[in-house]
């Protein structure tokens, strides 16, 4: 099945990196890149967020927007909480973190991606009501997967960053967004 911004469920969706300040890394995006609109979230804490087993409420803004078909995401954590994008000690790492792919079947991926030995990072529910999981594949690869729960209410999301990304002047280069 294609998605309706171009992608098929089970490919990659999005590629993210964590970033020191959102406002500066969509700037360079845009001026250097060409990449936009951003659609900014935040900052917000996740309300179902679970890292590594635990509750976990880390303070974050995230900015999406499309360069093509695939998402980018730009992840800024406010706080020194422990959490998937700051962990353990020491200076926090900038950079690319993890790829995200929809799936049609959750539970399913997520049992294989445990059967990979792919432990559980972080899990969470967005505001669209899908539920999201960051599985550890960094002993294989170098990021995490993010799997996204395949719901219309998630996908209409994704459409509307998408939708605005096609010829995009240049105006307006980040927009709020609560979801």
Same mark, same amino acid.
């Given at each position: 099945m294609t998605l309706s911004f171009g992608q098929p469920v089970g490919g990659l969706v999005q590629y993210a990196?964590?970033?020191a300040d959102i406002e500066r890394s969509?700037?360079?995006f845009v001026d250097r890149l060409g990449v936009?609109?951003?659609f900014v979230r935040g900052p917000f804490r996740p309300l179902a967020g679970r890292y590594r087993g635990e509750p976990s409420q880390p303070?974050?803004?995230?900015?999406?927007?499309f360069s093509g078909?695939?998402?980018?995401?730009l992840?800024?954590?406010?706080?020194?909480?422990?959490?998937v994008f700051h962990e353990g000690e020491g200076p926090r790492r900038y950079g690319f973190h993890h790829w995200a792919v929809f799936s049609d079947d959750f539970e399913a991926d997520l049992k294989r991606h445990a059967e990979l030995g792919h %432990?559980?990072?972080f899990a969470d529910v967005l505001p669209s009501g899908a539920r999201i999981a960051y599985v550890d594949s960094t002993p294989e690869l170098p990021g995490m997967i993010e799997i996204v729960e395949h719901t219309g209410d998630q996908e209409r999301v994704y459409d509307e960053i998408y939708r605005a990304s096609i010829g995009w002047d240049g105006s307006e280069p980040?927009?709020?967004? %609560?979801r």
């Amino acid at each position: 099945m294609t998605l309706s911004f171009g992608q098929p469920v089970g490919g990659l969706v999005q590629y993210a990196y964590v970033v020191a300040d959102i406002e500066r890394s969509v700037g360079e995006f845009v001026d250097r890149l060409g990449v936009g609109p951003w659609f900014v979230r935040g900052p917000f804490r996740p309300l179902a967020g679970r890292y590594r087993g635990e509750p976990s409420q880390p303070l974050l803004t995230l900015a999406r927007a499309f360069s093509g078909h695939a998402m980018v995401e730009l992840i800024e954590q406010h706080d020194d909480l422990p959490s998937v994008f700051h962990e353990g000690e020491g200076p926090r790492r900038y950079g690319f973190h993890h790829w995200a792919v929809f799936s049609d079947d959750f539970e399913a991926d997520l049992k294989r991606h445990a059967e990979l030995g792919h %432990d559980e990072a972080f899990a969470d529910v967005l505001p669209s009501g899908a539920r999201i999981a960051y599985v550890d594949s960094t002993p294989e690869l170098p990021g995490m997967i993010e799997i996204v729960e395949h719901t219309g209410d998630q996908e209409r999301v994704y459409d509307e960053i998408y939708r605005a990304s096609i010829g995009w002047d240049g105006s307006e280069p980040m927009r709020r967004r %609560d979801r």
